[in-house]
């Protein structure tokens, strides 16, 4: 009986240790995040298509972004903040979240953030194609404000990423697409 409790107990401790090692779909449909993981800052001009921003051009603007694996691989957060070209003052800060949907084995999302004083949240889906990432999002802000977009990422090398937000319908209203941002590897 002893032999046996011991050789039970080996492969509980075995089966515990070599879990982990199991196929991982999350990591898989998500490993197309790893080179966007780490941080990006870039340039440009405010884009004003979000309410409680700047309107497009009145400001020169400071992007930050940081790509970072969750929870063992299981997820990527998003977060970033655009700033005014002082470094200091905040135009917008946002979060999101990219996580499988174990029922229609889809990337989606779950972001949140302020654009000026006025806060939102949004979901969406993600597909990713070697180095091109496609972000089609949906959003509400606290004053009910709808908003639908595309944001594309076109990873340009290891160090180069430009983003483009595309396809914007405000309240049933198309809008222009903003201007290309180009951010670098911090």
């Not at 483009?164 to 941002?181: H, I, S, Y």
Request: charged share 25%; aromatic share 10%; proline share 3%.
């Amino acid at each position: 009986m002893k032999n046996y409790s011991k050789g039970l107990l080996s492969v509980i401790i075995l089966g515990v240790l070599f879990a982990g090692s199991a196929d991982k779909p999350a990591y898989n449909a998500l490993k197309g995040f790893e080179p966007l993981i780490g941080e990006w800052v870039g340039e440009s001009e405010s884009i004003g298509i979000f309410e409680g921003l700047p309107d497009e051009g009145a400001k020169k603007t400071i992007n930050l972004s940081t790509y970072r694996w969750l929870l063992d691989k299981t997820s990527v957060q998003r977060e970033w903040k655009t700033l005014e070209a002082d470094g200091k003052t905040v135009i917008n800060i946002g979060t999101t979240i990219y996580t499988l949907d174990p029922v229609t084995k889809n990337i989606v999302s779950t972001s949140f953030g302020y654009d000026g004083p006025i806060y939102w949240t949004g979901h969406g889906r993600a597909s990713i194609n070697g180095n091109n990432y496609i972000f089609n999002i949906e959003e509400v802000t606290i004053n009910g404000t709808y908003t639908e977009y595309t944001i594309q990422l076109n990873l340009d090398g290891k160090n180069r990423l430009k983003w483009e937000l595309k396809n914007v319908t405000q309240n049933q209203k198309k809008l222009p697409d903003a201007q290309e941002r180009l951010l670098k590897r911090k």
